[in-house]
């Protein structure tokens, strides 16, 4: 799952009234606080899909120096600088392993936020059951599960009915392509009503230059015409968002980001690769974090 997915990247909560922000101010998302820039981690278990847009794929293919051992160690001195910041979990495929994923779980301090991008993967030995029952045990602990679901079947996908197993938060998480009409955005739409979508330009082609804009953004007229304009999401760093209501309820969030996430310097998202090691940034735009830098940073 890439983390912009995303992440992630990493998820607004659009119910709550405060938002993250990168630059370092005090933000209040669920129930804990957050103080410092997300940390997200690339689990070194890889996903069997092939999504086209994914920016991580190449990083698996060359697994000879993955370690999740070096990733709890640099959760822990991660944690000690920023024991209340967000961790983002994701891949590759967070829940390839269910024993392994429960064992991270259970090492992050409870005073963190979780967000796991996942496509939910079933297979011989873990049905929707397993993993609903896995997942569920953690609700407490977990603040969102973002689930890739897209208009054209990228991912492998498991049945539906998992989504009315799953007692923990969740996400459908959708990038749409520039072929997408109003017939298909709305199919997709109502395959969802009732859950909270979140819809996702394809950020390679997102620069600083458009990023915040909604002038000449097609994919926001789009759902501007199917979906009710809320307002916008919190503009962070490098990624904002906006929010929608489609028939009635069902909170469809738009949201854009860019490919990298470090701006003039700044680190907006410290990253733990598939090796353990910290980088201050994504893919082939990061570098091995400083970490004396951290604390020169106003977080
Ligand atoms: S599910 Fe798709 S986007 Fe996510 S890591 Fe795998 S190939 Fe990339």
Redesign the pocket.
Known sequence: ??NF??NFNNLNNVNNTVNLNNTGTLSNVGNKIKIGPTVTMFVPY??????P?????DE?RDTSDFSIERCYKSLDILNRIFPHNDIVL????PLADLDILQDILEHIEDTHNIYI?T?LPTNDSQDERLIAKTLNKFKDKISCVNV?RHLRH??KECSDEIFDMLDVRHRINCVVFEDTDEQKLKAFLDRFKGYEIQLRANYSKLSLDNVFMTENDDLFKLISSVANYEGQLEQELFRTGFMFKYDGDTVVTYHKTLPYSKINGKVGDIIIRQTGYIYDDWNNYGEKLDINSLVELPY
């Not at 890889?46 to 999504?51: G, I, K, L, R, Y």
């Open positions: 799952m890439t997915l995303n890889d996903c069997n899909n092939a999504c847009f994914c920016v991580n794929k698996y994701t891949g590759g495929e991008n496509t890739s990228y991912v």
